[in-house]
C-alpha cells in the first residue's frame, strides 16, 4: 500500500510558476504508474498528467501540454508537476494519484493551488 502526500501548492498570479511534490510512502513506489488530477470548484475531477514507472513514458492533457511537466524521484519516492505559464482556469485541488492495474487506487489529501492577480 501507497500513502500520498502533496505539498506546494499556493497562490500565484497568472503567467507564473509552481511546482507541487507528492512524497510517497511504501517500498513498492517503484512499482506504480503515477498522475495527477486536478478539481475545480463546480466541476469534475479531470485528469492533469501521468508518468510510468520508470519514468520513461509521460502523459498530458492538452489543456496544460507545453506548460506542465511531470517527473518523478524513485530513490526520493517522489513524483512532481512542474506548472508554468498558469492561467485563472488552472485554479482547483491538486490531486496525485498512483496505481499498478488500470485504475488508480491511492490518492492523496489534495493541495491547493489558486491564480489570480
Known amino acids: 500500500q501507497v500513502q500520498l502526500v502533496e505539498s506546494g501548492g499556493g497562490l500565484v498570479q497568472p503567467g507564473g510558476s509552481l511546482r507541487l511534490s507528492c512524497a510517497a510512502s511504501?517500498?513498492?513506489?517503484?512499482?506504480?504508474?503515477m498522475g495527477w488530477f486536478r478539481q475545480a470548484p463546480g466541476k469534475e475531477r479531470e485528469f492533469v498528467a501521468s508518468?510510468?514507472?520508470?519514468?520513461?513514458?509521460?502523459n498530458y492533457a492538452d489543456s496544460v501540454k507545453g506548460r506542465f511537466g511531470i517527473s518523478r524521484d524513485n530513490a526520493k519516492n517522489t513524483v512532481y508537476l512542474q506548472m508554468n505559464s498558469l492561467k485563472p482556469e488552472d485554479t482547483a485541488v491538486y490531486y496525485c494519484?498512483?496505481?499498478?492495474?488500470?485504475?488508480?487506487?491511492?490518492w492523496g489529501q489534495g493541495t491547493q493551488v489558486t491564480v489570480s492577480s
Open positions: 494519484a498512483g496505481r499498478i492495474s488500470d485504475k488508480y487506487d491511492y
Open positions: 511504501g517500498r513498492t513506489f517503484t512499482l506504480y504508474r
Open positions: 508518468i510510468t514507472s520508470s519514468g520513461s513514458t509521460t
